[in-house]
């Protein structure tokens, strides 16, 4: 069964809606993590339109520079659907209709109400002779492995959430079985934000300017900048003295900056900060409008320790729900550190948490005066110890300062509790 | 200067971390997006790692396909970032540090408060000889531009944020004033939501069946499915009487599940009907976190429209902020039709707005029960005219539940407001 020396992938993303700039690529990355995840590395992600000419070049140049070739797109059963064919003809394979996949094909639409399947999503049970199937438990679209000349070549829809039960359900186990595991990839992440790349790479010159391995990768976006270390290990081994050791010395670099490693987000680590400390939050955002406590309650489990958000638009909300004074808005503004302050505090009043936390900023593009331009943001956090507050002047469009303004925010609450000074380990 | 007739472009991507799955290319859609409003196709896109004979060979494939190449990553100060080295060698250009460059850098770091530039930004001033070099107004890597026997070759950040301005304020304008303009590609695109791809491709079969042109893509996504048709007009016409006829045709057959065209969002569409009806509206989100207030605060210019949200995701804050009655939690349940109905009248009551909007649900993965399962969501809106609530059952995890909540909701209100026998036009 360990059939498969290679180590190395390719992925082929088919659509036109790709091409256009319609739709961005999401695909690539969740298949080219699970790879990795099995020591596969991806060498190559290519993008072709759904044109046969086009996708029979993709699948040339993919085969000759891999074994693995993971495929996605144009399995519908709309007429611009036209990856099955292109790639069977290339690889020489006639298109027959699986009888198996069309019974179960049907059924789906039977289940779903439907009274009959519409004729259009007969095709979807057509397979290249030879081909392994693959039945797509979460749409009609079943996922296809070629197996030509020691190629393994997936074809997997292109529709997120199917492809991503065919990858986790059949395409990694099968991978898995079939590969030789003489060497496994080990990596890890180290999340920091609140510094830009330059100069966390400057702060970590010490550590990182003569090392060959673990392989080092600085990996930046709006909310902070990932540190990859990479390196290989014989057997089956976990853990990586390398990387642990390289992990220590960053760590003593930057520590302020570090919130977490790996899959960990920003939004996890306060929630797990929060139970461990026994504490509640609730949070009152104006220009972030919900943004901080949608991304609060995208961690599972979230309800233990967030009560409630108000979203006080209107200068009036942030009187009745907050209790901030109108004088204060009035005179010295609803963006402002005062207002800020209340905010904080009256949420944490208002819902007998112990822990509040504020944003209140002019996200633009209208909005600025001349003393408060478009990008001015207050963040404020009250609790037991008492009120902080922090200004910003961030940059970019209406969605940019609302992103970088929640990210600060969720920052805030993650140093507060971890101040030693306040809350103990 | 009108030099450059082809129609066609490759984008390349360049960066370790689009290949680890760690993150997803959203530069090759926005790039792709940009060089379609000027007429020009991606034929393909190609992402590399940071690794010179990988660069390479993404470079030769794509000056190959097209003679217009954009390509991003690899610019920054760290130690993997090598595209410009790997570039100029391909091109048998040598890097020299270019002066003016050299001096836009260091003034960059001293208005950023920098005592000294940092040492590693110093190569972000070398530019391959002959470049054309386009000033970052947002950071410190320049825009270059290598023209090699007709073939023009862009390089830019990685950066979301710089490579956009470069996009426009430098790509854009560049190619245009070269671009031979015999052609025109005129699109439109369709928006829906409340369908699948294949049911509306079959209501559509009519008009589409035997249409050759314009050419008609299916572009479906986790919140509808966008029909675009695109054909090509000669001179410099912005109207094609083909595509008007078909979209006409499209609207009779899809009116109910058509939301918008081209850049149009459910948000900004929703924004829009409630300033023509001059209405306010208030939210009241459980389940969903906050994302709907996120959504509609998207849109610039909200403030006008949207007075306030509360995310009550404790019973007690239902109750406090909403007067929604204990008994109805206690015995219907937080997640049931009669506590949806008691959101929305509650926030539209205490917010006095003529509008309230609540989703209330299970977004697992845990909170399920025998009788109501994971994706199990209520949503309801009151207005003048009543309250009325809709129930619906999502499949997948917990953000995608979310997701689909928060586009369901807004669609509930677009609907509300397009019914004729309630609100006139």
Redesign the interface.
Known sequence: MKDLTTDSAVIITIG???????????N?????????EIGI??????????EKR?IQ??VR?ACSAAKIIVCTGGL?????DISKHAVAEYFGKPLRVDRDQLRIVEQKFRSLGYKEM?K??ISQAEVPEGAVVFSNS?G?APGLLIIDKGTYFFMLPG???EMKALMKEDVIPYLKKRLDSGETVL?R?IRTTGIG???L??LLDPA?STLKDPE???????FGV?V?LTTKVKSKSKLSPKIEKIEKEILKLASEYVFGFDDDTLESVIGSLLIKHNLTIS?A?S????????R???S????AY?????????N??KV??LGVDPDVIENKGAVSEETAIQMAEGIKI??RCEMGLSITGI?????ATTTKPVGLVYIAISDGFGTSVKKLQL??D???I?KQAAQAALNLIRIRLNDKNLYRN
């Open positions: 036109n809606e790709l091409l256009s700039g319609k739709t961005v690529d999401t690539a990355a969740f298949i080219a993590r699970r790879l990795a590395k991806t060498r190559r992600t290519i993008t072709v339109g759904d086009e070049w993709g140049e519908g059963p709309t007429r611009d519409p259009s999503n979460k009609t529709v997120p959430v990596s992440t790349e330059s100069k790479a400057e990182l080092v990768a600085f990996l930046p976006d709006l990932d990859r949070i955002e220009c972030t409008g919900g943004l901080v406590g949608n609060i309650t995208d599972p489990g979230s309800s967030f009560e409630r958000g108000v979203i006080t638009y209107s009036n909300s009745e729900l208002r819902s996200a633009g593009p209208s909005g940059r970019g209406r969605e940019r609302k």
